[in-house]
Nanobody, 130 residues
Framework: QLQLVESGGGLVQPGGSLRLSCAASGFTLNDYNIGWFRQAPGKEREGVSCINRGASSTFYSTFYSDSVKGRFTISRDSAKSTVYLQMNNLQPEDTAVYYC???????????????????WGQGTQVTVSS
């Protein structure tokens, strides 16, 4: 069964950057749409970004929530079977547990709706504070 592992979270000052990684040993993430979600205390889990399945030679459709658009970038490294979320200009409101999730692709574009995803990682904490 596909097991996802997030890494790269931590404590960063406002305006700083972090790069989150999502990987699955034994499986290639090229076969899955990958989404990044986050959940702050007392808040519902929300979609942050997603990227369509494919290898490095494939066109990747990407999507972002309005709150992170222009600051976050999702990407794939197919050779490492890893999906990244580059987060720039982080703000305190970005503080949350960040999860990656994999969707068995049915040919549709990826979605920021969590109900579409079949596998979830354990989450990594991102804290933005001065």
């Amino acid at each position: 069964q596909l097991q996802l592992v997030e890494s790269g979270g931590g404590l960063v000052q406002p305006g700083g950057s972090l790069r989150l990684s999502c990987a699955a040993s034994g499986f290639t993430l090229n076969d899955y749409n990958i989404g990044w979600f986050r959940q702050a205390p007392g808040k519902e889990r929300e979609g942050v970004s997603c990227i369509n399945r494919g290898a490095s030679s494939t066109f990747y459709s990407t999507f972002y929530s309005d709150s992170v658009k222009g600051r976050f970038t999702i990407s794939r490294d197919s050779a490492k079977s890893t999906v990244y979320l580059q987060m720039n200009n982080l703000q305190p409101e970005d503080t949350a547990v960040y999860y990656c999730a994999a969707e068995i692709n049915d040919g549709a574009a990826c979605s920021l709706g969590l109900q579409h995803y079949d596998y979830w990682g354990q989450g990594t904490q991102v804290t933005v504070s001065s």
